[in-house]
């Protein structure tokens, strides 16, 4: 059984960007996956703290908060899921907190301690109705999480979805969302 677990980076746990990762969720359980939701504004958290202590242990952040085990579930991970809100022209605070982290499965040699790297699913919604608003961001993202370990397979984005729920009446990045669900199950 595949194991996907997501991680919202939005403080509003029913806004569109959770509504879009519980249907990422939703396509994976639907091909038999087992899936977790972490809800990274309920989590005390730390930022990296630059102690270099992973590269002295093969990978492992030695920080005690809510986001250490989480890394431990990660490395058994299938699949991830990374969903946020456009803020300010990029990822939350509360997804970056955690992306910071994923300093740990580097090596000292810029590989990673994933190895091929973990299947990723990148959910973005932003309030601009302009789909190409942060089109250089979002590229710029995707690729710094594949360097990370974590390659993009399909990013899922809603535009001009500034009202929680705005996305329900948009039916192809619901769509898309079950999609990359799936095919992350597969």
């Known amino acids: 059984m595949k194991k996907i677990i997501g991680f919202l980076g939005s403080p509003h ?27 990274l504004n309920e989590l005390n958290a730390k930022g990296c703290q630059g102690c270099m202590g992973c590269q002295a242990n093969g990978g492992h952040c030695v920080v005690k908060d809510d986001i250490a085990p989480l890394l431990e579930e990660i490395y058994e991970a299938d699949g991830v899921v ?3 809100p456009v803020y300010m022209w990029q990822m939350t605070a509360q997804l970056k907190t955690l992306v910071d982290r994923f300093f740990c499965y580097l090596k ?30 979002l590229e710029s993202t995707r690729d710094m999480l594949g360097f990370l370990g974590f390659p993009v397979e399909k990013m899922v984005h809603a535009w001009g979805v500034g009202a929680p ?15 990359a669900g799936s095919a992350l199950a597969r």
């Open 165 to 179: 729920g705005d996305v329900k009446s948009q039916a192809e990045p619901l769509r898309a969302a079950f999609e």
């Open 108 to 137: 000292p040699d810029y590989s990673s301690h994933l190895g091929a790297g973990k299947r990723t699913v990148l959910v973005v919604a932003q309030n601009n109705a302009n789909p190409d608003s942060f089109k250089v961001y």
């Open 82 to 84: 990374l969903g946020t």
């Open 13 to 39: 746990v029913d806004g569109n960007t959770g509504i879009m990762v519980r249907e990422v969720l939703r396509g994976a359980a639907s091909r038999g996956a087992s899936t977790k939701l972490v809800v």
